[in-house]
Protein backbone atom coordinates (compact mmCIF):
# COMPACT_ATOMS: atom_id res chain seq x y z
CA UNK A 1 0.00 0.00 0.00
CA UNK A 2 2.68 2.15 0.79
CA UNK A 3 4.74 1.38 -1.60
CA UNK A 4 2.23 1.86 -4.32
CA UNK A 5 1.40 5.63 -2.74
CA UNK A 6 5.47 6.62 -3.44
CA UNK A 7 4.91 4.93 -6.90
CA UNK A 8 2.31 7.04 -7.90
CA UNK A 9 3.57 10.13 -6.85
CA UNK A 10 6.95 9.40 -8.40
CA UNK A 11 5.05 8.90 -11.54
CA UNK A 12 2.49 11.91 -11.32
CA UNK A 13 5.65 13.89 -10.27
CA UNK A 14 7.40 13.11 -14.11
CA UNK A 15 4.71 13.37 -15.69
CA UNK A 16 3.19 17.04 -14.69
CA UNK A 17 6.65 18.02 -14.61
CA UNK A 18 7.40 16.65 -18.82
CA UNK A 19 3.91 18.25 -19.34
CA UNK A 20 4.74 22.22 -17.43
CA UNK A 21 8.81 22.26 -19.49
CA UNK A 22 7.29 20.13 -22.65
CA UNK A 23 3.73 22.12 -23.52
CA UNK A 24 2.79 24.70 -20.82
CA UNK A 25 6.05 26.57 -21.04
CA UNK A 26 5.13 27.84 -24.46
CA UNK A 27 1.64 28.67 -24.03
CA UNK A 28 0.70 32.50 -23.22
CA UNK A 29 -3.15 33.92 -23.54
CA UNK A 30 -2.39 36.88 -24.73
CA UNK A 31 1.11 37.19 -23.15
CA UNK A 32 -0.72 37.50 -19.51
CA UNK A 33 -1.95 34.48 -18.43
CA UNK A 34 0.77 31.53 -18.46
CA UNK A 35 -0.33 27.91 -16.10
CA UNK A 36 1.95 26.14 -13.68
CA UNK A 37 -0.14 22.77 -13.64
CA UNK A 38 3.12 21.39 -11.83
CA UNK A 39 1.81 22.36 -8.75
CA UNK A 40 -1.14 19.54 -9.07
CA UNK A 41 1.92 17.11 -7.71
CA UNK A 42 2.57 19.60 -4.38
CA UNK A 43 -1.42 19.52 -3.78
CA UNK A 44 -1.67 15.96 -4.06
CA UNK A 45 0.84 14.62 -1.54
CA UNK A 46 -0.53 12.12 0.94
CA UNK A 47 -1.92 13.55 4.30
CA UNK A 48 0.22 11.41 6.21
CA UNK A 49 3.63 13.31 5.09
CA UNK A 50 6.21 14.58 7.62
CA UNK A 51 6.57 18.33 7.61
CA UNK A 52 10.79 17.77 6.82
CA UNK A 53 9.48 15.58 3.83
CA UNK A 54 7.02 17.65 2.34
CA UNK A 55 9.50 20.87 2.13
CA UNK A 56 12.48 18.79 1.17
CA UNK A 57 10.40 17.66 -1.55
CA UNK A 58 9.21 21.24 -2.39
CA UNK A 59 12.57 22.52 -2.53
CA UNK A 60 13.53 19.72 -4.82
CA UNK A 61 10.62 20.35 -7.34
CA UNK A 62 11.20 24.02 -7.33
CA UNK A 63 14.87 23.33 -7.79
CA UNK A 64 14.23 21.03 -10.94
CA UNK A 65 11.74 23.49 -12.34
CA UNK A 66 14.05 26.54 -11.90
CA UNK A 67 17.17 24.40 -13.99
CA UNK A 68 14.28 24.38 -16.71
CA UNK A 69 13.15 27.78 -16.62
CA UNK A 70 16.71 29.37 -16.23
CA UNK A 71 15.43 31.24 -12.90
CA UNK A 72 17.47 29.58 -10.02
CA UNK A 73 15.31 30.29 -6.93
CA UNK A 74 12.20 31.38 -7.89
CA UNK A 75 10.39 27.90 -8.36
CA UNK A 76 11.94 26.98 -5.65
CA UNK A 77 11.05 29.39 -3.05
CA UNK A 78 7.00 29.66 -4.46
CA UNK A 79 7.10 25.45 -4.31
CA UNK A 80 8.33 26.17 -0.50
CA UNK A 81 5.47 28.90 0.32
CA UNK A 82 2.90 26.21 -1.08
CA UNK A 83 3.96 23.65 1.21
CA UNK A 84 3.73 26.28 4.39
CA UNK A 85 -0.19 27.13 3.18
CA UNK A 86 -0.82 23.36 2.77
CA UNK A 87 0.33 22.94 5.89
CA UNK A 88 -1.87 25.19 7.50
CA UNK A 89 -4.60 24.51 5.51
CA UNK A 90 -4.58 20.95 6.43
CA UNK A 91 -3.87 21.34 10.09
CA UNK A 92 -6.90 24.02 10.67
CA UNK A 93 -9.67 21.84 8.36
CA UNK A 94 -8.79 18.58 8.89
CA UNK A 95 -8.06 16.74 12.24
CA UNK A 96 -5.07 14.80 12.63
CA UNK A 97 -6.18 11.86 13.86
CA UNK A 98 -8.84 10.71 11.55
CA UNK A 99 -6.90 10.52 8.03
CA UNK A 100 -9.22 8.11 6.84
CA UNK A 101 -8.23 9.26 3.26
CA UNK A 102 -4.59 8.97 2.55
CA UNK A 103 -4.88 11.79 -0.20
CA UNK A 104 -6.63 15.10 -0.89
CA UNK A 105 -7.99 15.07 -4.32
CA UNK A 106 -11.03 15.80 -5.36
CA UNK A 107 -12.48 12.86 -5.17
CA UNK A 108 -11.89 12.22 -1.73
CA UNK A 109 -12.49 15.52 0.24
CA UNK A 110 -15.24 17.04 -2.26
CA UNK A 111 -15.53 20.06 -4.27
CA UNK A 112 -15.90 22.77 -1.94
CA UNK A 113 -12.68 21.67 -0.33
CA UNK A 114 -10.57 21.16 -3.00
CA UNK A 115 -11.72 24.26 -4.46
CA UNK A 116 -10.73 26.33 -1.57
CA UNK A 117 -7.74 24.62 -0.66
CA UNK A 118 -6.14 24.74 -4.13
CA UNK A 119 -7.13 28.32 -4.49
CA UNK A 120 -5.17 29.38 -1.21
CA UNK A 121 -2.60 27.21 -2.53
CA UNK A 122 -1.96 28.39 -6.14
CA UNK A 123 -2.67 32.01 -5.27
CA UNK A 124 0.24 31.87 -2.57
CA UNK A 125 2.72 30.05 -4.82
CA UNK A 126 1.68 32.24 -7.89
CA UNK A 127 2.51 35.63 -5.81
CA UNK A 128 5.51 34.57 -4.33
CA UNK A 129 6.08 33.54 -8.16
CA UNK A 130 5.70 36.73 -9.76
CA UNK A 131 7.31 39.03 -7.12
CA UNK A 132 10.45 37.15 -7.27
CA UNK A 133 10.30 36.91 -10.86
CA UNK A 134 9.62 40.44 -11.98
CA UNK A 135 11.78 42.08 -8.89
CA UNK A 136 10.27 45.04 -9.17
CA UNK A 137 8.08 47.06 -7.69
CA UNK A 138 7.76 50.09 -10.13
CA UNK A 139 5.27 47.35 -11.86
CA UNK A 140 3.61 45.92 -8.99
CA UNK A 141 0.11 46.63 -10.49
CA UNK A 142 1.17 44.82 -13.67
CA UNK A 143 2.69 41.94 -11.79
CA UNK A 144 -0.67 41.32 -9.61
CA UNK A 145 -2.68 41.37 -12.72
CA UNK A 146 -0.47 38.85 -14.59
CA UNK A 147 -0.44 36.63 -11.21
CA UNK A 148 -4.57 37.18 -11.00
CA UNK A 149 -5.11 36.21 -14.55
CA UNK A 150 -2.19 32.92 -14.61
CA UNK A 151 -3.80 32.19 -11.21
CA UNK A 152 -7.05 31.71 -12.33
CA UNK A 153 -5.68 29.73 -15.64
CA UNK A 154 -3.85 27.32 -13.22
CA UNK A 155 -6.57 26.83 -10.99
CA UNK A 156 -9.39 26.21 -14.19
CA UNK A 157 -6.61 23.57 -15.17
CA UNK A 158 -5.91 21.88 -12.01
CA UNK A 159 -9.62 21.25 -11.31
CA UNK A 160 -10.07 20.33 -15.11
CA UNK A 161 -7.52 17.83 -14.11
CA UNK A 162 -8.84 16.38 -11.04
CA UNK A 163 -12.21 15.98 -12.69
CA UNK A 164 -10.86 13.94 -15.46
CA UNK A 165 -9.57 11.03 -12.66
CA UNK A 166 -12.50 11.83 -10.73
CA UNK A 167 -13.96 8.53 -10.71
CA UNK A 168 -11.00 6.42 -10.92
CA UNK A 169 -9.82 7.43 -7.59
CA UNK A 170 -13.49 7.43 -5.93
CA UNK A 171 -14.48 4.47 -3.60
CA UNK B 1 16.04 24.38 26.94
CA UNK B 2 13.97 21.32 26.62
CA UNK B 3 10.65 23.73 26.50
CA UNK B 4 12.34 25.79 23.94
CA UNK B 5 12.88 22.22 22.31
CA UNK B 6 9.21 21.62 22.37
CA UNK B 7 8.46 25.00 21.32
CA UNK B 8 11.12 24.66 17.88
CA UNK B 9 8.88 20.91 17.54
CA UNK B 10 5.21 22.02 17.59
CA UNK B 11 5.62 24.78 15.43
CA UNK B 12 7.96 23.21 12.68
CA UNK B 13 6.33 24.01 9.88
CA UNK B 14 6.61 27.59 10.45
CA UNK B 15 10.28 27.11 11.14
CA UNK B 16 11.16 24.84 8.37
CA UNK B 17 9.10 27.32 6.37
CA UNK B 18 11.74 30.26 7.12
CA UNK B 19 14.75 28.53 6.35
CA UNK B 20 13.59 26.97 3.15
CA UNK B 21 12.22 30.05 1.80
CA UNK B 22 15.20 31.81 2.70
CA UNK B 23 17.67 29.61 0.94
CA UNK B 24 14.99 30.32 -2.32
CA UNK B 25 15.29 33.88 -2.23
CA UNK B 26 18.80 33.83 -1.43
CA UNK B 27 19.02 31.48 -4.62
CA UNK B 28 16.78 34.27 -6.08
CA UNK B 29 19.24 37.53 -5.32
CA UNK B 30 22.51 35.28 -6.15
CA UNK B 31 21.11 34.21 -9.46
CA UNK B 32 20.52 38.12 -10.37
CA UNK B 33 23.84 39.29 -9.47
CA UNK B 34 26.86 38.94 -12.51
CA UNK B 35 29.00 35.75 -11.19
CA UNK B 36 26.84 32.44 -10.76
CA UNK B 37 29.10 29.35 -10.22
CA UNK B 38 26.12 26.76 -9.51
CA UNK B 39 24.60 25.65 -13.12
CA UNK B 40 21.24 24.93 -12.11
CA UNK B 41 20.11 26.36 -15.78
CA UNK B 42 20.38 25.53 -19.23
CA UNK B 43 23.49 25.07 -19.70
CA UNK B 44 24.04 22.48 -17.22
CA UNK B 45 24.87 18.81 -19.02
CA UNK B 46 21.29 16.44 -18.45
CA UNK B 47 19.05 19.58 -18.93
CA UNK B 48 20.64 21.37 -22.18
CA UNK B 49 20.80 17.27 -23.56
CA UNK B 50 17.08 17.10 -22.93
CA UNK B 51 16.18 20.18 -24.20
CA UNK B 52 18.67 19.68 -27.51
CA UNK B 53 16.67 16.06 -28.09
CA UNK B 54 13.28 17.91 -27.76
CA UNK B 55 14.28 20.51 -29.86
CA UNK B 56 13.76 17.96 -33.29
CA UNK B 57 10.77 18.05 -33.92
CA UNK B 58 10.17 21.68 -33.51
CA UNK B 59 13.05 21.83 -36.15
CA UNK B 60 10.95 20.13 -38.52
CA UNK B 61 7.84 21.94 -37.98
CA UNK B 62 9.83 25.22 -38.91
CA UNK B 63 11.79 24.01 -41.69
CA UNK B 64 9.70 25.94 -44.01
CA UNK B 65 9.86 29.55 -42.76
CA UNK B 66 13.82 29.11 -41.75
CA UNK B 67 14.05 28.07 -45.45
CA UNK B 68 12.63 31.04 -46.73
CA UNK B 69 14.36 33.40 -44.17
CA UNK B 70 18.01 32.13 -45.58
CA UNK B 71 16.56 32.10 -49.61
CA UNK B 72 16.03 35.91 -48.45
CA UNK B 73 18.93 36.19 -46.92
CA UNK B 74 21.02 34.86 -49.79
CA UNK B 75 19.45 36.93 -51.98
CA UNK B 76 20.53 40.52 -49.77
CA UNK B 77 24.03 38.96 -50.17
CA UNK B 78 23.63 37.95 -54.07
CA UNK B 79 22.56 41.46 -54.43
CA UNK B 80 25.13 43.19 -52.59
CA UNK B 81 27.76 40.88 -54.35
CA UNK B 82 26.40 42.02 -57.41
CA UNK B 83 26.83 45.28 -56.71
CA UNK B 84 30.45 44.72 -55.70
CA UNK B 85 31.54 42.97 -58.94
CA UNK B 86 29.23 45.62 -60.72
CA UNK B 87 31.65 48.09 -60.10
CA UNK B 88 34.16 48.96 -63.11
CA UNK B 89 37.66 47.53 -61.38
CA UNK B 90 39.40 48.20 -64.65
CA UNK B 91 40.27 51.44 -63.55
CA UNK B 92 41.63 50.90 -60.24
CA UNK B 93 44.85 49.07 -59.77
CA UNK B 94 44.95 49.00 -55.76
CA UNK B 95 44.00 46.21 -54.50
CA UNK B 96 43.86 46.66 -50.32
CA UNK B 97 44.09 43.31 -48.09
CA UNK B 98 41.12 44.02 -45.30
CA UNK B 99 40.82 40.55 -43.65
CA UNK B 100 43.22 41.82 -40.44
CA UNK B 101 40.82 44.74 -40.31
CA UNK B 102 37.39 43.03 -39.44
CA UNK B 103 36.37 43.78 -36.21
CA UNK B 104 33.37 41.85 -36.14
CA UNK B 105 32.88 38.07 -36.90
CA UNK B 106 30.26 36.07 -36.79
CA UNK B 107 29.32 32.63 -36.06
CA UNK B 108 26.12 30.83 -36.52
CA UNK B 109 24.76 28.91 -33.61
CA UNK B 110 21.43 27.04 -33.37
CA UNK B 111 18.75 27.63 -30.43
CA UNK B 112 17.82 24.77 -28.43
CA UNK B 113 15.61 26.62 -25.98
CA UNK B 114 13.59 29.72 -26.22
CA UNK B 115 10.69 30.86 -24.22
CA UNK B 116 8.52 34.10 -24.76
CA UNK B 117 5.78 33.87 -22.01
CA UNK B 118 8.00 35.18 -18.79
CA UNK B 119 9.51 38.24 -17.35
CA UNK B 120 13.17 37.10 -18.06
CA UNK B 121 13.05 35.08 -21.08
CA UNK B 122 16.39 33.01 -21.25
CA UNK B 123 17.44 31.36 -24.60
CA UNK B 124 19.83 28.45 -24.98
CA UNK B 125 22.29 27.94 -28.06
CA UNK B 126 24.38 24.93 -29.21
CA UNK B 127 27.66 26.66 -29.41
CA UNK B 128 29.66 27.36 -26.15
CA UNK B 129 33.55 27.84 -24.91
CA UNK B 130 34.91 25.62 -27.19
CA UNK B 131 33.45 27.51 -29.95
CA UNK B 132 35.35 30.53 -28.50
CA UNK B 133 31.73 32.06 -27.08
CA UNK B 134 32.35 34.26 -24.22
CA UNK B 135 29.88 36.15 -21.48
CA UNK B 136 28.80 39.42 -22.83
CA UNK B 137 29.01 38.89 -26.37
CA UNK B 138 26.28 40.57 -28.47
CA UNK B 139 23.98 37.91 -30.53
CA UNK B 140 21.22 38.93 -33.59
CA UNK B 141 19.51 37.28 -35.81
CA UNK B 142 19.49 36.28 -39.59
CA UNK B 143 19.09 40.07 -41.15
CA UNK B 144 16.26 40.73 -38.52
CA UNK B 145 18.13 42.78 -35.88
CA UNK B 146 19.08 42.13 -32.05
CA UNK B 147 18.70 38.93 -29.99
CA UNK B 148 20.53 39.34 -26.88
CA UNK B 149 23.69 39.05 -24.93
CA UNK B 150 25.77 35.84 -23.85
CA UNK B 151 24.82 35.33 -20.34
CA UNK B 152 26.78 32.07 -18.91
CA UNK B 153 28.85 29.86 -21.30
CA UNK B 154 29.32 26.30 -20.55
CA UNK B 155 31.89 23.78 -23.24
CA UNK B 156 29.43 23.22 -25.56
CA UNK B 157 26.18 25.19 -24.83
CA UNK B 158 25.64 29.08 -24.09
CA UNK B 159 22.77 30.84 -22.75
CA UNK B 160 21.49 33.94 -23.89
CA UNK B 161 20.06 37.07 -22.20
CA UNK B 162 17.15 37.29 -24.56
CA UNK B 163 15.75 41.03 -25.40
CA UNK B 164 12.95 40.39 -23.48
CA UNK B 165 14.05 40.23 -20.27
CA UNK B 166 13.93 43.15 -17.39
CA UNK B 167 17.74 43.64 -17.21
CA UNK B 168 18.69 44.01 -21.01
CA UNK B 169 19.31 47.56 -21.81
CA UNK B 170 20.22 48.01 -25.61
CA UNK B 171 21.93 50.85 -27.01
CA UNK B 172 20.04 52.33 -29.91
CA UNK B 173 19.65 55.26 -32.18
CA UNK B 174 16.91 56.75 -34.54
CA UNK B 175 17.76 56.08 -37.87
CA UNK B 176 17.25 59.78 -39.54
CA UNK B 177 17.65 61.78 -36.52
CA UNK B 178 20.50 59.91 -34.61
CA UNK B 179 19.32 60.74 -31.58
CA UNK B 180 20.62 58.21 -28.30
CA UNK B 181 18.05 55.77 -26.46
CA UNK B 182 18.23 52.61 -24.88
CA UNK B 183 16.20 49.40 -25.75
CA UNK B 184 14.28 48.01 -23.15
CA UNK B 185 11.04 45.30 -22.65
CA UNK B 186 8.36 44.78 -20.44
CA UNK B 187 6.93 47.18 -18.05
CA UNK B 188 3.48 47.05 -18.47
CA UNK B 189 3.86 45.14 -21.41
CA UNK B 190 4.56 41.78 -22.68
CA UNK B 191 4.04 41.43 -25.69
CA UNK B 192 7.08 39.81 -27.77
CA UNK B 193 6.36 42.24 -30.72
CA UNK B 194 6.54 45.34 -28.98
CA UNK B 195 9.01 47.13 -27.20
CA UNK B 196 9.80 50.58 -25.56
CA UNK B 197 12.98 52.70 -26.05
CA UNK B 198 13.63 55.31 -23.33
CA UNK B 199 16.03 58.39 -22.95
CA UNK B 200 15.65 60.04 -25.66
CA UNK B 201 15.60 63.72 -24.96
CA UNK B 202 12.89 65.69 -25.97
CA UNK B 203 13.62 67.65 -28.28
CA UNK B 204 14.33 65.40 -31.36
CA UNK B 205 11.50 65.01 -33.68
CA UNK B 206 10.36 61.41 -33.95
CA UNK B 207 8.73 60.23 -36.97
CA UNK B 208 6.35 57.12 -37.10
CA UNK B 209 7.61 54.53 -38.90
CA UNK B 210 11.38 55.36 -38.61
CA UNK B 211 13.30 52.66 -38.24
CA UNK B 212 15.79 52.14 -35.40
CA UNK B 213 19.06 50.76 -35.21
CA UNK B 214 21.79 49.96 -32.88
CA UNK B 215 24.18 52.91 -31.95
CA UNK B 216 27.39 50.80 -32.18
CA UNK B 217 28.19 51.48 -28.15
CA UNK B 218 28.28 48.29 -26.47
CA UNK B 219 28.82 44.88 -27.58
CA UNK B 220 26.71 45.51 -30.72
CA UNK B 221 28.05 46.56 -34.09
CA UNK B 222 26.19 49.92 -35.36
CA UNK B 223 23.54 49.99 -37.69
CA UNK B 224 21.60 46.31 -37.32
CA UNK B 225 17.99 47.14 -37.81
CA UNK B 226 15.77 46.67 -34.58
CA UNK B 227 12.41 47.79 -35.64
CA UNK B 228 10.02 50.45 -36.61
CA UNK B 229 8.34 53.29 -34.23
CA UNK B 230 4.50 52.59 -33.63
CA UNK B 231 4.23 54.88 -31.03
CA UNK B 232 6.00 58.02 -29.96
CA UNK B 233 3.15 59.60 -27.47
CA UNK B 234 3.90 57.80 -24.16
CA UNK B 235 4.02 60.03 -21.45
CA UNK B 236 6.17 58.81 -18.22
CA UNK B 237 6.63 61.90 -16.19
CA UNK B 238 10.21 62.71 -17.11
CA UNK B 239 12.09 65.01 -18.95
CA UNK B 240 12.66 62.18 -21.68
CA UNK B 241 10.84 60.55 -24.34
CA UNK B 242 10.15 57.08 -24.22
CA UNK B 243 8.70 55.46 -27.45
CA UNK B 244 7.18 52.52 -28.81
CA UNK B 245 8.66 50.03 -31.63
CA UNK B 246 7.51 46.69 -33.22
CA UNK B 247 10.68 44.44 -33.32
CA UNK B 248 11.57 42.91 -36.69
CA UNK B 249 12.91 39.93 -34.84
CA UNK B 250 9.73 37.85 -33.88
CA UNK B 251 11.40 35.60 -31.07
CA UNK B 252 8.56 33.03 -31.43
CA UNK B 253 9.65 31.24 -34.07
CA UNK B 254 13.92 31.86 -33.69
CA UNK B 255 15.61 28.90 -35.16
CA UNK B 256 19.53 30.21 -36.05
CA UNK B 257 21.11 32.98 -34.15
CA UNK B 258 24.82 34.41 -35.12
CA UNK B 259 27.06 35.25 -32.19
CA UNK B 260 29.10 38.52 -32.72
CA UNK B 261 32.86 38.17 -31.67
CA UNK B 262 34.33 41.76 -31.37
CA UNK B 263 38.10 41.15 -32.21
CA UNK B 264 38.39 44.60 -30.21
CA UNK B 265 36.59 44.07 -26.96
CA UNK B 266 39.41 43.36 -25.15
CA UNK B 267 41.44 46.00 -26.01
CA UNK B 268 38.62 48.44 -25.30
CA UNK B 269 38.15 47.44 -22.26
CA UNK B 270 41.32 47.19 -21.08
CA UNK B 271 42.09 50.60 -22.39
CA UNK B 272 38.63 52.38 -20.85
CA UNK B 273 39.47 50.56 -17.24
CA UNK B 274 42.41 52.63 -17.18
CA UNK B 275 39.87 55.74 -17.09
CA UNK B 276 39.87 57.35 -13.67
CA UNK B 277 36.28 56.38 -12.61
CA UNK B 278 34.10 59.54 -12.58
CA UNK B 279 30.91 59.60 -10.93
Known amino acids: ?171 | MRNLWIFINRYNAFFLFVIFFTIGIVLTVKNNAYQRSVTFNSTNEVVGHAYEKLNVFKRYMNLGSVNDSLALENAKLNTALLAIKGIDSAKKTLIKDTTNHVQYTYLAARVIKNSITLRNNIITINKGALDGIQSGMAVISAGKGVVGIIRDVSPHLATIESLLNKDAKISVSISSTKALGSLVWGDRNSDYRKAYIKDIPNHFKVKLKDTVITSGFGSFPPGIPVGRISNRGISTGDNFLTIQIDLFNDFSTLQYVYVIQDKLSDEQKALESKLPNEQ
Open chain 1, 1 to 171: MNSKIILINILRWFILLSIQVLLLRNLAFYDLATPFTYILFLLLLPFGTPNLILYLIAFGTGLTLDAFYDTLGVHTAACVMLVFVRILFISVTVSRDNFDEPEPTLGNMGFKWFALYALLCTFSHHLVLFLLEAFKLTELSYTLLRCLLSGIFTLFTVILIEFIFYNRKMR
